[in-house]
């Protein structure tokens, strides 16, 4: 079985609409593919439609959060998109990515860049916005060649002329929030250093202590040193190890499955969660 646990689709700040992600992910070979957009649930219904016979679709978010300072992320799989609470600090979380780059564009604006909030809002289209489409507009106006450029001091990265904070979950709170509501959360690329400051071991292991069900460890920002580390830590903890691709489409230079879950830890997930169910279609 090969299992991609985290990609993004236009409803968040992937260029795959939902139908084309999992349409992809079967012609990509996938057995199992999760649908982990940023703060929202809104593709799955798009995505559940168009599922491919022999495909299964594990349904899930990824959660913003912020512990002593550090951004970080939160992957939730197979919890109850309905539950109140959970759906309520998703869309705080959701409402504020709009503030924030509004805000952002408007500085960029002011440093004399030719982008506008109307031109970032075409680009994020029914999406939940985010920095990727602030970088796009950044990209089409010709002051940059790529997206991460976008995420440095020189724009819109940590510290960046033009960053701005946004609202943030205690990761904490994310995990009784996701528990809750029947699901199983993974802490997403826990050692991105390229992507700044990263969240201490420590910290990782108060996690785990409340509640935290795994790590991701097989991720195109760890390095191999990076990951074994990550494997010798979660041994540690009693963490599951996860692997994915974080594809979102042409936004980023990885292939669907270009990292993979393990089937075991796939069917423990599986059986964590109970808010949802994986959804398939027979061959």
Known sequence: MRIDLHTHSTASDGTDTPAELVRNAAAAGLDVVALTDHD?????????RALPAGLTLVTGAELSCRIDGVSMHMLAYLFDPTDPELTREREL???DRVRRARLMTEKLVELGVPVSWQRVREIAGDGSVGRPHVATALIEAGVIADIGEAFTPEWIGP???AYVEKHELDPFEAIR????AGGVSVFAHPAAVKRGAVVPESSIAELAAAGLDGIEVDHMDHDAP???????LAADLGLLTTGSSDYHGSRKTCELGEFTTAPEVYAEIAARGSGAR???RAS
């Open 278 to 280: 994986p959804f398939e």
């Open 93 to 95: 979380v959701r409402d």
């Open 159 to 161: 510290g960046g002329r």
């Open 177 to 180: 929030l996701v528990k809750s």
């Open 40 to 48: 929202t649930v809104g593709g799955y219904e798009e995505a559940i």
């Open 226 to 232: 990076t990951r074994a580390r990550l494997r010798g």
